[in-house]
């Protein structure tokens, strides 16, 4: 009744869990089967590298708007002042989420007394302190939160999810 | 640490995928879904042409589309031996959800059992026995004839009340008509146990005992009664977490506004405007953060009244109500029963202790002469102000513009059920709605709200008797030989839980120790083993269930069964409405539907008895001969149900994720023709139809020990459910999303207890109390009230039943609401806490 933790097992249930699916091409059957020539895949999808903008625009608990990883995904990308998960730049503050509720889509909006962003289709709650944890909703999903880089000029490029975004069946379309 | 998925792409479904029509197996509500599977090796395309949706999905979809899914939606199972893809989301078409999934509902496909994918490998595989000191598979006919045995040699000494059962009574996966057959049948048909209870509580009986002795089912109207009413009267429930898209789809469209339109069409001629809620309740839920974000502040009541005085408020508000003549009196006159001109009507309630004297039953003028609470009284037991009790009977019974009455739809549950008083009360609230003429009719309805669905066909209990067994005190008391266990998990979900978990270890024990004496090949020498340890007060315990459950850990067989979707399932929602789920995927292992299992226990049962020469007794075994489950379905649902004889799988396959509402009253033009509403006609559930008011005095604390624990102790521990844990978490124990955020079983308590009590965020506390002690994560609540916390009920690592005394109220239902205890901090917050957010969990607009 134990979950086997064979490391082998483990390796291949964790990809299969986050990624298999890409691998088998579309099944076009054919009489005379030819080897099979499939695109190169992926175990995730590519992310492109974006810049979203330099650190001395930003100002404390003022969200910026962004898009990543294209403009149809919209995102805030936040100051807050204290270190948190998932947070870069010299403070380790700087985080950003989309902003498209994972239950059924609608936008998220920021609340800052409490630093939260909240769904005004459902009630659902996300904490942007706590990567972005649904602190109380209908997502069957934490929010999705972008992986952050900052670089020596101090622009914040994103370069990754963590999370499917809603209303994409690919991160990256 | 935030759990995140790292899924960052879903394969598609393909436009020829299987699609199957899907009930959410979980809450009352009964949400449609689709289920689809394809082939491991195919998957759809994002051009129109590739996928099920005929969209292009290399675009953003836009709210609320239908062409997206969520991770949770998404697994890979086995279909007919063979690795499939399956995806189940909310159905767009289905009336309950209109494509809205909750938390717990769109988690469906990420809870089934997938070896490739690594989830819910808890679930039981095959039948499993205690063999050389540990719990080991076996064959179903091994394992089946080691029960059978057993439970024969206990018959044979100790009659059949020596066999005691616990099993669920519900529709949804651990249920459906087909399970609640198969078991009924065996232990009320074939035998006539009367030691048996149901899952939540401690003997066989029902929960809202009063409105049905009244007359009136507890499930009584439909769905879009909560659009049509023009007040919502909600008691002791918190239907936004607990029966969420009930909530979202049909309550919240009257609370904006937006069922006007509907309102307008429905009642021409009657004025009609946005909704009023009156939410009765000591705490402050999530459910009166939303009904306030939506409807405002003006149009929401909450009567957070003194715990436990609910029947008080229930006689304010009848008193005041009748006193302002706003009661529809051609309604009492036609359709309840009336004083006669030789004084008033006198009927002892069912099962009285003294039937001669009790008379509780009665007509309207004797009930409001029994509850007359004044105004002062009211507000002075319940703690609410004069003017709030009136603005609630005014939103109640005012009659509108032009003398109309005004449409008020009763809402309560285990805040009521689970409550103080629970006959008086729920009789108490009844009142109202026969005294306000609103049952039968369009935006009424006195309702439960419900836990899990309903789906109940058994031959008849009425050998139980009233009151019934109560069975865990009985186990407790060393009663009982054999007790067969089907989906109930006592040491989450009774009261007085510690001492009874102490003596069944105990008693099983004793049974285990004897096992491990005898070699399992000898079949002989390993019954005679067992009975000498029953003798001696042993107990012989058998698990019929989807995982080792915690009560399983002291049984001696476990007996796997399958869930809802690994077999075709048939229930009804809190609107009676019926579907079939169909059957999409294969059980795991050997893992068999209930009803199948109790068919084949029939049958080991039958040759046992006959092998012993009990041709007689083995005679009542037969009519076990079913292969499947609609074989269970016909021979239970169509021969017995009230309109049984319309519905069949097919049909229901035919009426799709809408079904129909129960019952059935025939078959027309190719359709199921149901019941909206029940007692439109305005005869109800009584010899002669008419409905019976209940004279309800208030009497304190009905539960023995509650006073005293009230005064002993300095917290309330309220508890119940949380949005993100379905049950008692027997599935979602092994859901990482689940247990990312809830670790533990919170306790919501006031910022200023806890500082008074040295407890931060997140900390372990333990609640001590006459009965037990128990442990739960301490959530900062600044809108709770002080010394007033909130405990999540029926949690795997905290059972809240520890500290639940083990009063009962005359017809042995629990009052496992009102617990008072100490708390004390036992651990700072373990490392699975630290990463928590405990902000509030309250919208705001
Ligand atoms: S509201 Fe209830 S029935 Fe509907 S999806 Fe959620 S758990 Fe399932
Ligand atoms: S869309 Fe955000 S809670 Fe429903």
């Keep these: ?173 | 640490m935030t759990f995140k998925r790292q899924v960052d792409r879903l394969p598609i479904i393909p436009a020829d995928a299987v699609e199957h029509n899907v009930t959410c197996h979980y809450c009352i509500v009964g949400c449609g879904y689709k289920a689809y599977t394809w082939d491991i090796n195919r998957q759809g395309g994002t051009d129109p042409k590739q996928n099920k949706f005929g969209v292009n999905l290399a675009q953003q979809q836009g709210a609320e589309t239908v062409a997206w899914y969520a991770p949770s939606m998404y697994n890979i199972v086995k279909s007919d031996g063979r690795d499939v893809h399956l995806v189940i989301k909310p159905d767009v078409d289905c009336a309950v959800n209109s494509g809205l999934g909750s938390v717990r509902g769109a988690r469906m496909a990420e809870n089934h059992t997938s070896q490739a994918r690594n989830t819910q490998q808890q679930r039981l595989t095959d039948p499993m026995v205690w063999r050389y000191g540990e719990m080991q598979p076996t064959s179903w006919d091994d394992a089946l004839d080691l029960v059978a045995r057993v439970t024969a040699a206990v018959i044979d000494e100790q009659g059949e009340d020596g066999l005691f059962v616990s099993m669920f009574d519900h529709g949804g996966s651990a249920g459906g008509y087909e399970n609640t057959w198969g078991t009924g049948k065996l232990y009320f048909g074939a035998m006539k146990v009367k030691n048996v209870r149901i899952h939540n509580r401690p003997a066989y009986n029902s929960e809202v005992h009063a409105t049905r002795d009244m007359g009136v089912g507890e499930l009584n109207n439909c769905y879009e009664d909560a659009e049509l009413a023009d007040t919502i009267m909600v008691v002791g429930a918190n239907p936004l977490e607990a029966q969420t898209n009930y909530f979202l789809n049909h309550w919240i469209p009257n609370l904006r506004g937006t069922s006007l339109d509907k309102k307008k069409a429905e009642f021409p001629g009657e004025p009609v405007e946005q909704g009023r809620i009156v939410i009765v309740d000591p705490r402050r839920t999530p459910t009166v953060a939303a009904c306030e974000a939506e409807a405002g502040t003006d149009r929401v009541l909450h009567l957070a009244l003194e715990p436990g005085t609910d029947l008080v408020l229930f006689n304010g508000l009848l008193t005041y109500i009748a006193d302002k003549g706003w009661i529809d009196k051609e309604f009492i006159q036609n359709h309840t029963v009336v004083a006669t001109a030789s004084g008033p009507q006198l009927i002892a309630r069912p099962g009285a202790a003294v039937p001669e004297k009790d008379h509780e039953l009665t007509d309207f003028t004797a009930a409001l002469a029994a509850n007359r609470t004044s105004l002062a009284d009211c507000a002075k037991i319940t703690g609410l102000k004069e003017a709030d009790i009136v603005k609630a009977a005014e939103w109640i019974a005012s009659p509108k513009a032009g003398n109309k009455r005004r449409r008020t739809m009763i809402g309560y549950e285990k805040g009521l059920i689970w409550g103080n008083d629970n006959y008086r009360t729920n009789g108490a609230l009844v009142n109202i709605a026969l005294a306000t003429g609103n049952i039968g009719r369009p935006g009424g309805g006195v309702v439960r709200l419900g836990g899990h669905q309903e789906g109940y066909v058994r031959p008849s209990d009425a050998h139980v008797g009233r009151p019934a067994a109560y069975v865990d005190k009985l186990l407790i008391e060393g009663r009982g030989g054999v007790h067969h266990i089907w989906a109930c998990d006592h040491y989450k979900t009774t009261l007085n839980a510690m001492r009874f978990k102490q003596v069944y270890k105990k008693r099983t024990d004793m049974v285990k120790d004897a096992m491990n004496t005898v070699p399992w090949g000898d079949r002989a020498a390993m019954v005679a083993a067992i009975m000498t340890a029953i003798r001696q007060g042993g107990l012989f315990s058998v698990d019929t269930d989807i995982i080792p459950t915690q009560i399983g850990q002291a049984s001696h067989v476990w007996l796997p069964a399958a869930i809802s979707g690994e077999m075709n399932l048939t229930s009804m929602n809190g609107e009676r409405r019926m579907r079939l789920t169909q059957r999409y995927m294969d059980p795991p292992g050997q893992a068999m539907p209930d009803c199948l299992i109790a068919a084949r226990l029939a049958n080991a049962l039958e040759r046992v008895f006959r092998d012993a020469g009990k041709p007689g007794y083995a005679d009542q075994f037969k009519g076990f001969d079913w292969k499947t489950e609609e074989d269970a379905f016909v021979d239970g649902y169509t021969k017995n149900a009230n309109g049984g004889q319309f519905v069949s799988y097919e049909r229901l396959k035919a009426m799709g994720n809408n079904g129909f509402h129960e019952p059935a009253v025939a078959f027309k033009d190719g359709k199921i023709v149901g019941t909206k509403r029940l007692y439109a006609d305005g005869k109800f559930s009584t010899k002669d139809g008419k409905a019976k008011f209940l004279a309800a005095p208030w009497r304190g604390w009905a539960a023995p020990g509650k006073a005293d624990q009230k005064a002993k102790y300095a917290y309330l521990i309220n508890n119940g459910r949380t949005n993100i844990v379905w049950q008692n978490a027997f599935m979602d124990q092994d859901n990482d999303f689940v247990m990312g955020r809830m670790p533990y079983p919170i306790i919501e308590m006031h910022p200023d207890d806890m500082k008074d009590l040295e407890v931060s965020a997140g900390d372990l506390v333990e609640v001590y109390n006459d009965a037990g002690a128990t442990q739960a994560m301490a959530y900062p609540t600044p809108t709770a009230r002080r010394k007033q916390t909130f405990m999540l009920f029926g949690f795997p690592k905290g059972v809240e039943g520890n500290v639940v005394n083990a009063g009962v109220n005359e017809l042995i239902i629990p009052d496992y609401k009102h617990n008072w205890a100490n708390i004390r901090k036992i651990a700072s917050a373990p490392a699975a806490a630290r990463g928590l957010s405990f902000k509030s969990t309250e919208y705001k607009v």
Aim: aromatic content about 8%.
């Design chain 1, 1 to 173: 009744m134990k979950k086997c933790d064979g490391l082998v097992e483990a390796g291949r249930r964790q990809f299969l869990r986050t990624a298999g699916f890409s691998v088998a091409g579309v099944a076009a059957a054919t009489v005379m089967p030819t080897p099979a020539k499939a695109a190169t895949a992926t175990a995730r999808v590519a992310y492109p590298s974006s810049r979203l903008a330099n650190l001395t625009e930003l100002k404390l608990d003022d969200p910026v708007n962004v898009a990543y990883p294209d403009n149809d995904s919209p995102g805030i990308l936040l100051k807050l002042g204290v270190k948190v998960e998932g947070g870069v730049g010299p403070d380790g503050d700087v985080v950003a989420y989309s902003v498209l509720c994972p239950h059924k889509g609608y936008p998220l909006a920021y609340n800052q007394s409490d630093r939260t962003l909240s769904c005004p289709g459902h009630y659902s709650r996300f904490d942007v302190e706590k990567a972005g944890q649904e602190i109380w909703g209908h997502a069957t999903q934490n929010l999705a939160q972008f992986v952050l880089r900052v670089d020596a000029k101090g622009d914040i490029y994103a370069e990754g999810v963590d999370e499917l975004i809603y209303g994409r069946l690919s991160n990256v379309l």
